[in-house]
């Protein structure tokens, strides 16, 4: 039976995790490969680890950074970062990762969801869509480049789109809400899961499991993802690797 997925979302820069508000002011939290024994041993759902730079600086993905990541997890990971061919695509796959994520690559070259789907299979390729609200009416649009980059694609028809390219996922991240601990933008994950039929992940905005429950309970199945929630603690954001279902 079908159920909704608790996913950590990690942030790779310089080889080590950070975590962002809106993008921005980012915290060093850790090692990655120590975070991976702690959610060994919490039995997560899923990881999601992106290389918040390799895009935005224009450079391959550290495969030998995801060669030891991949080594030392046991359960299914998700990279995103830098790819921007297939031939990419399939060697993070053999160093032991389930899915890859692409993003500006995707925006810049929607036929890049098409060749990855037939070289690794649609169910390993996923688009993650970075929006936020934007101008006098604030509707959402796509951003790339670390939120750098607005473009004028709205969210909805960008995912209508990359689907019937073969994206086997699509995974939401609000830009307005990364970080803020505040809650998932709900309006903004229910117009999407009615608009797409593949698999869903929501990211940003987590502050609690209740967050994550709200998200569940309103939408429906999708992948719950949150960052700062499974890396702090308290108010003072104190670091601290942990993991909750609803």
Known sequence: MLRS??????????????KTRQFAGEKYVGDPINAVRIFNEKEVDELVIFDIDA??????????LLKSIAAESRMPLCYGGGV???????RILKLGFEKISIS???VARPELVREMADAIGRQSVVVTTDV????????YYVYTHNGRH?????????????????AGEAVINSIDRDGMMQGYDIELASSV??????????????GSVGDMKQLIDTVGIVGAAAGSL????????????SYARP
């Not at 997925?5 to 950070?18: A, F, K, Q």
């Not at 895009?55 to 030998?64: H, I, K, T, V, W």
């Not at 936020?132 to 509707?139: E, S």
């Open 55 to 64: 895009s935005a600086q224009g450079r391959e993905p550290d495969y030998d």
């Open 84 to 90: 921007s061919s297939a031939d990419q695509a399939s």
């Open 132 to 139: 936020r609200k934007a101008g006098l009416l604030g509707r």
């Open 150 to 166: 607005k473009t004028k694609l709205k969210p909805i028809e960008f995912l209508q789109e990359v689907e019937r390219l073969g």
């Open 5 to 18: 997925r608790i996913v950590p979302s990690l942030l790779l820069r310089g080889g080590g995790l950070v």
């Open 230 to 241: 499974f890396v702090f603690t308290g108010v003072y954001r104190a670091v601290l690797i």
């Open 193 to 206: 899961r009615d608009a797409i039929s593949i698999p869903l992940t929501i990211l940003g905005g987590a």
């Open 104 to 106: 500006s690559a995707a």
